[in-house]
Nanobody, 123 residues
């Protein structure tokens, strides 16, 4: 089992940057594929980015390609989401998630979730 705690959210102007972190407990962090999802008010949770166990493979949702970068540090049990050129439509609660089985963009395939961190982008 793994517990996930996100941090790094906040209020930023359009065009700005934020770096989200997600710290995990447990000694098996490197055995999990990790993902970032987001949920805006009144909308369903959507996929943002995913990274494989080793960090060798990544996947991004089309709206964030070229602006966001997912990375992980298995020695620190942490996954990151670097967000650049932020837009008001990026405003949402951002969640990290862990999957012991698949490298996927499908939220239902993730076993563990953090509590979320709010990102607000002003225009």
């Amino acid at each position: 089992q793994v517990q996930l705690v996100e941090s790094g959210g906040g209020l930023v102007q359009a065009g700005g940057s934020l770096r989200l972190s997600c710290a995990a407990s447990g000694r098996t962090f490197s055995s999990y594929n990790l993902g970032w999802f987001r949920q805006a008010p009144g909308k369903e949770r959507e996929f943002v980015a995913a990274i494989s166990r080793s960090g060798g493979s990544t996947r991004y949702a089309d709206p964030v390609k070229g602006r966001f970068t997912i990375s992980r540090d298995n020695a620190k049990n942490t996954v990151y989401l670097q967000m650049n050129s932020l837009k008001p439509e990026d405003t949402a609660v951002y969640y990290c998630a862990a999957s012991s089985v698949v490298f996927s963009s499908t939220s239902t395939l993730y076993d563990y979730w953090g509590q979320g961190t709010q990102v607000t982008v002003s225009s």
